[in-house]
């Protein structure tokens, strides 16, 4: 695809509620990474995969939090049991390959979590 | 731990003014240095990196950086900036690329 797309864009949730947040990389490339960004934050890393495989997982907050891309291409970020505290905008990038290498970002999915 | 300082929370600048946004990293090797721009309800948009090489760094939209390892900071600067520059501005650091460390960001106001 032209750039890293991500849905919705938009999401409220009731608290206790599960979501689901979805990424669709740039065709071919093979790391994805997830982001929060809280308001008036930087993005912080919560996850990344190479092609299937989740190597760092080291920045979920919580066992609520799971991220897979079984395919190596599409990644699902789900939150279970949300609370107040999950809302955040979600980031998600990827890059071609491994290292040195840029990532791209999506537009993000706002979560709003009452 | 890598960390990224960015000391400036908002700055506000004439249109046309030159502009230099601060940023420091602790990190214990030679590091990867980027800076990203967010505009609102957009996705972080890649201005320029540093991996090695030349220490003054070309981007997009007019930017350059200058990696200083002795002072640990990759400062951004525009010679003249343009309303459209009015954005989140973003410095990062990363050691493999997989796990990069956002500064706080630093919003500019541009006036007219």
């Known amino acids: 695809g032209a750039g890293v797309s991500q849905s919705p864009r938009y999401k409220v949730a009731k608290r206790g509620q599960d979501v689901a947040l979805r990424c669709d990389p740039i065709?071919?490339?093979?790391?994805l990474f997830w982001y929060q960004q809280a308001l008036g934050q930087g993005p912080e890393f919560l996850t990344y995969?190479?092609?299937?495989?989740?190597?760092?997982k080291s920045g979920l907050p919580s066992d609520r939090f799971f991220a897979e891309r079984p395919e190596g291409s599409v990644s699902t970020l789900k939150i279970q049991r949300t609370q107040q505290e999950d809302s955040a905008v979600y980031l998600c990038?990827?890059?071609?390959?491994?290292?040195?290498?840029?990532?791209?970002f999506g537009p993000g999915t706002r979560l709003l979590v009452l | 731990a890598q960390s990224v300082t960015q000391p400036d929370i908002h700055i506000t600048v004439s249109e046309g003014a030159s502009l230099e946004l601060r940023c420091n990293y602790s990190?214990?090797?030679?590091?990867?240095l980027f800076w990203y721009v967010q505009s609102p309800g957009q996705g972080l948009q890649l201005l320029l990196k540093?991996?090695?090489?030349?220490?003054l760094v070309q981007g997009i939209k007019g930017f350059e950086a200058e990696f200083k390892r002795s002072q640990s900071s990759f400062n951004l600067r525009k010679p003249s900036v343009h309303w459209s520059d009015a954005a989140e501005y973003f410095c990062?650091?990363?050691?493999?690329?997989?796990?990069?460390?956002f500064g706080a960001g630093t919003r500019l106001t541009v006036k007219p």
């Open positions: 990062a650091v990363g050691e493999n690329n997989n796990d990069m460390r």
């Open positions: 065709s071919g490339h093979v790391s």
């Open positions: 990038a990827s890059s071609l390959k491994q290292g040195k290498e840029t990532q791209y």
């Open positions: 990190y214990g090797a030679t590091p990867y």
């Open positions: 540093y991996f090695s090489g030349d220490t």
């Open positions: 995969f190479q092609n299937e495989a989740q190597l760092d």
